[in-house]
């Protein structure tokens, strides 16, 4: 299956990393282009046409109010659509692009490591593809969660948006121990080699969140008190109010 990528971004550049396959690329920036083509083996092309003439499956990585934009500059020339766009539905993407099997994903930054979790949505159309090969490709990068569209935003804001609220949160912990004297960069590689571990024991032995909290933390003990001080400090609610705000807005 031939790819190409309308835009270069970051999500556009993880996907392709998690693909492993050379991609064909537009983006207005062009060495961002040629960049992103040449990391993976594939082309630059000068223009969003070209990259749907060539491509057996187009991804859209572009921004998504450049949703009309970009429908038009394909002329119609798309064979098949992915579209990893915040915010538009697949209602939109058929509109957008008519007759064509679509395909609305969510993925995360993890697919850049074959780690990520994918959100799917499949079009109208989606079984007159080869969405079994589009699958396939995703599937590389990350585990497929099909879901209802009514949904997806809100996954999309546990887990698109959860790679940067865990960095926040290691880069927290880190500068806690740092300001009790630990070293900056072995601080920040305990709290990232913790979270790392700490999510390596709930999928590996399929713990609740809060057993594994029990396990570590004594009764009256010391990471007792720390989990208190999370607690009272508000820390449920400063992620509920983070939850809100991304489905408050646009887009990320």
């Known amino acids: 299956m031939r790819i190409g990528l309308i835009g270069a971004g970051n999500m556009a550049g993880a996907l392709a990393r998690g693909f492993g396959e050379p991609a064909l690329v537009s983006d207005p920036d062009e060495r961002r282009a040629h960049a992103l083509a040449e990391e993976v083996g594939g082309e630059a092309l000068p223009s969003n046409a070209d990259v749907a003439r060539r491509a057996d499956l187009v991804i859209l990585c572009h921004k998504p109010a450049q949703l009309g934009e970009v429908a038009a500059q394909l002329g119609g020339t798309a064979q ?11 209602h939109e993407l058929e509109d957008a692009y008519p007759g064509v099997p679509v395909y609305r994903f969510m993925p995360n930054i993890p697919v850049q490591v074959g780690s ?3 959100a799917y949505v499949p079009g109208s159309r989606a079984g007159e593809g080869a969405e079994g090969a589009v699958l396939e490709l995703f599937g590389r990068a990350g585990t497929i969660l099909p879901l209802d569209e009514d949904l997806i935003d809100a996954a999309g804001a546990v887990m698109s948006c959860g790679p940067a609220f865990f960095s926040l949160i290691a880069e927290a912990l880190a500068d806690a121990g740092a300001g009790h004297g630990l070293e900056p960069a072995a ?8 979270m790392a571990g700490t999510a390596d024991v709930l999928r590996g032995e399929g713990m609740d969140t809060a057993a594994l909290r029990e396990r570590v933390a004594s009764p009256g003990g010391v990471t007792a008190r720390g989990l208190e001080a999370l607690e009272r400090d508000g820390v449920r609610a400063a992620f509920e109010d983070a939850v809100e705000a991304v489905l408050g807005g646009p887009g990320r």
Not at 80 to 90: D, E, K, N, R
Not at 187 to 194: F, K, L, P, Q, S
């Open 80 to 90: 098949a659509v992915a579209s990893v766009l915040w915010g538009v539905s697949v």
């Open 116 to 118: 990520g979790l994918v």
């Open 187 to 194: 601080a920040r590689r305990m709290a990232v080699e913790t």
